[in-house]
């Protein structure tokens, strides 16, 4: 990626959402620019992270949305905060700038304390996380420059 790119998303679906205005994040699905330097810049490591997120990282954030999603339903308002930095963490750490986003806005409405306001904001959560599973699952990640 040239110097002059570095800033600016790649396409609808992955990019670099640094320096980007929250409402462009969403855009980026997966940054892969970060993700590239969160392992080092090594292609093997990369190419096998994003084949395991196609399965087993994508299996844990399900698990993770059903988790939180059953928590809002019960009303229990210390264990949906938690839950809901649990998956900001995981969306951060996969570089999932969209869903990430999405999280960090759940999670800012739990702090709250206001269940019943969250259904939106857990509604656009899921968006993100089928949006991102969609992705993966379509991805052909050989195919694009990292």
Request: proline fraction near 2%; charged fraction near 30%.
């Amino acid at each position: 990626m040239e110097d002059s790119d570095k800033n600016s998303p790649l396409d609808a679906t992955t990019g670099n959402a640094a320096g980007l205005k929250k409402g462009q994040r969403a855009t980026v699905i997966l940054d892969l620019s970060d993700l590239t330097d969160r392992l080092g810049g090594d292609r093997d490591l990369i190419e096998m992270f994003l084949e395991d997120l196609k399965v087993v990282m994508m299996e844990e954030l399900f698990r993770q949305l059903a988790e939180l999603r059953a928590h809002v339903d019960r009303g229990e308002a210390d264990t949906v905060q938690r839950a809901a930095h649990s998956l900001k963490g995981s969306a951060a750490n996969l570089s999932a700038t969209a869903l990430y986003d999405a999280v960090c806005e759940l999670e800012d409405w739990t702090k709250l304390r206001k269940l019943e306001q969250i259904r939106n904001p857990l509604a656009k959560v899921e968006q993100e996380l089928e949006r991102l599973r969609n992705f993966v699952a379509s991805a052909g990640f050989a195919e694009r420059p990292l």
